[in-house]
């Protein structure tokens, strides 16, 4: 895998959906870890709320990182800044009202994200779902495309 051992513990990782339709063979460890995995919290958080030992838990990751269900996170994904976060609330400010604060929260909520670490690489993924929340086609269009400019322009 390529990570030290006490690496591994302070990494976070990601469930990974599998796309070849083979079947995988789980443990009870794997799929308590697996349903564990959350990507707000590193690994050794995770492993601690299980109960699991430092050798069971990177035993499991392993594992599951061999069948590839997971994947760490990579830290040095950019993230969007703070002007973007603003622009984006005020974009859906004007097609969705004082709804768009709400909006925003259950947005980045469902996507386990932090409104202050956003990853550049899914700010169209949250555009989209913020954009399905607009009730009409011409105002979601607009909302859309203000969007990609700015995305554009960062």
Do not use: H, W
Request: with cysteine.
């Amino acid at each position: 895998m390529g990570i030290s051992p006490q690496d591994q513990l302070n990494n976070r990782y990601r469930k990974v959906t599998r796309l070849d339709g083979k079947e995988v063979s789980l443990d009870a460890d794997m799929i308590r870890l697996l349903i564990a995995i959350d990507e707000s919290k590193e690994l050794g958080q995770i492993g601690r709320e299980l109960g699991m030992t430092r050798d069971i838990l990177k035993a499991t990751l392993a594992k599951l990182s061999a069948v590839n269900l997971i994947e760490p996170i990579r830290k040095d994904i950019p993230c969007l800044d703070n002007g973007f976060m603003e622009a984006l609330k005020l974009n859906l400010s004007r097609a969705v009202g004082p709804m768009a604060q709400i909006l925003m929260e259950d947005a980045l909520s469902d996507m386990k994200l932090s409104s202050s670490t956003i990853p550049k690489n899914q700010a169209a993924e949250l555009i989209g779902a913020l954009a399905l929340e607009i009730p009409d086609e011409e105002g979601r269009m607009q909302f859309k495309k203000a969007m990609l400019e700015l995305m554009k322009k960062r």
